[in-house]
C-alpha cells in the first residue's frame, strides 16, 4: 500500500524550480510518483512506506533548496488514511 501525501513547499519562483524539486524527489528509491505545482506552491508525493518516509522526502526538498512545510502535511489516499495518520501522529505531523 502506498502513501499519499500533499504538503506545502516555500521557496518556488518558477516553473524550473518546480522541475527541480520533481526530479530530486523522483530521485529516491521508494517514490512512486511526484507533482510539484507552482501555483499553489505544494508538493504531492506518492511512496511506498517500506521503502521511503515523508520525512526523507521533505530532506530532499531542502537538499534542492526549497522547504517543505512538513507540518502541514496532509493525507491523500483515503484507503491508507488511518496508517499514514498513525504514521504521521508518532513524527509530531500532520493536521491535530
Ligand atoms: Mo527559476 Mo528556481 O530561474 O530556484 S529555477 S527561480
Not at 517514490?31 to 530532499?60: C, H, M, N, Q
Not at 522547504?67 to 508518532?90: D, F, K, M, T, W
Amino acid at each position: 500500500m502506498s502513501d499519499h501525501v500533499r504538503f506545502p513547499i516555500e521557496g518556488m519562483t518558477c516553473t524550473s524550480c518546480a522541475s527541480r524539486i520533481t526530479r530530486a524527489v523522483r530521485k529516491l528509491d521508494g517514490v512512486e510518483s511526484v507533482k510539484v505545482d507552482l501555483g499553489s506552491d505544494s508538493g504531492d508525493v506518492a511512496f511506498d512506506p517500506a521503502r521511503t518516509s515523508f520525512v526523507a522526502i521533505a530532506a530532499a526538498v531542502r537538499q534542492a533548496g526549497y522547504e517543505a512545510q512538513i507540518e502541514r502535511v496532509e493525507p491523500l489516499a483515503p484507503s491508507a488514511h488511518r496508517s499514514l495518520l498513525g504514521r504521521l501522529g508518532r513524527l509530531g505531523l500532520g493536521r491535530r
